[in-house]
C-alpha cells in the first residue's frame, strides 16, 4: 500500500511475516506533517496485523535517511496551535514505535538530523552504515530537541543527548552513535547492512511472538506517561517556532541550502 504525499510517499509492504515501511520525501526524506500522520497510521496497522511478525523501518534512496523536520512547513506556521499539531506528528510516530507490539527494525543508510535521529532512537533495533552520521540540529534553528527528546534520551543515556541537543551545529560519526546505544550494529555499506537486516528477520521469524511482544512492554517500561509528555513537548515547540529568532535561523538554513 502507497500513500502519496506531497511529493514524497509512505508505503507498506507484507511479505513472509514481515512488514516493511518506506518512506520518501523529495527534500532528504524530510518529514512534513502528512508524512508523519501516514507513518504512524502505518506502524499502528502493522502492530495490529496479526500475520505481521516484525516490521522494517527505512527511507528510500542512498543520501540522507531522514532530514528531520519539513522547513517549509516549519515557516508556515502561524498560530501555536499549527505548531503544536505539526510536532505532535513527531510524537505520534515515536508512540506508535513504542507501543507497538512488534520489533521495529531500523535500516539507517545515511545522516540522520533531528526528527530522524529520534526516529532511530525510537526503533527496537537499529542497524546502520557508516554514512550514518547523526545531528540534533534544533537548537540551532532556535526550538530545541523536546519531542525526540526522551526517545534519544532513552536510548543513549543524558551525557551524549545533552551533547548532541547542546551541540546543534555538528555531527557525530555513525561510530560514536553505535558507542552511545543508537545503533546496534555500523557496516561498511549498503549491502552488508541490508544482509545484516535480513540475518535478524529471518531469526526473529522463528521466535515466539508472544514472548518477543512482552520483551517489547518490557524494554518500554516506564514510558507510559509519553503521550501527554510528547504532547506538551510538541506545545513547547510549537510555541517556540513563532519566534523571530527561529523564523531567521529557518531562513538561513534554506538559503543555504539553495546555494
Not at 513527531?90 to 512488534?102: E, G, S, W
Not at 523564523?247 to 541550502?257: G, H, Q, S, V
Request: hydrophobic content about 45%; proline content about 2%; aromatic content about 8%.
Amino acid at each position: 500500500m502507497i500513500h502519496n504525499i506531497e511529493g514524497g510517499y509512505v508505503k507498506s509492504e507484507f511479505h513472509n511475516h514481515v512488514t516493511t515501511i518506506e518512506f520518501y520525501h523529495p527534500q532528504g526524506n524530510s518529514l512534513p506533517y502528512r508524512i508523519l500522520e501516514q507513518l504512524a497510521t502505518a506502524i499502528h496497522g502493522a502492530g495490529n496485523d496479526e500475520e505481521t511478525r516484525v516490521i522494517v523501518l527505512r527511507s528510500q534512496g542512498e543520501k540522507a535517511f531522514c532530514a528531520g523536520a519539513s522547513f517549509d512547513e516549519l515557516t508556515a506556521i502561524r498560530t501555536e496551535e499549527e505548531g503544536r499539531r505539526f510536532f505532535s506528528g513527531f510524537a505520534q510516530v515515536i508512540n506508535a514505535m513504542r507501543t507497538c507490539p512488534k520489533f521495529v527494525i531500523g535500516r539507517i543508510h545515511g545522516k540522520c538530523v533531528g526528527g530522524g535521529v529520534g526516529l532511530a532512537a525510537a526503533c527496537d533495533y537499529a542497524i546502520a552504515t557508516e554514512n550514518a552520521a547523526v545531528k540534533l540540529s534544533e537548537l540551532a534553528v532556535g526550538i530545541g530537541a523536546f519531542v525526540v527528546g526522551p526517545a534519544v534520551e532513552r536510548r543513549m543515556g543524558n551525557a551524549a543527548f545533552m551533547q548532541l541537543a547542546i551541540d546543534a551545529s555538528n555531527w557525530r560519526t555513525a561510530g560514536w552513535a553505535q558507542k552511545k546505544g543508537l545503533f546496534a550494529e555500523v557496516h561498511h555499506s549498503s549491502e552488508t547492512m541490508d544482509e545484516a537486516v535480513q540475518n535478524l528477520v529471518d531469526s526473529l521469524l522463528h521466535a515466539n511472538p508472544e514472548a518477543m511482544a512482552l520483551l517489547k512492554q518490557t524494554f518500554w517500561a516506564g514510558t507510559e506517561n509519553w503521550d501527554s509528555l510528547l504532547t506538551e513537548r510538541a506545545a513547547i515547540s510549537g510555541r517556540l517556532v513563532l519566534s523571530r529568532f527561529t523564523r531567521e535561523a529557518i531562513d538561513r538554513f534554506k538559503a543555504r541550502a539553495r546555494t
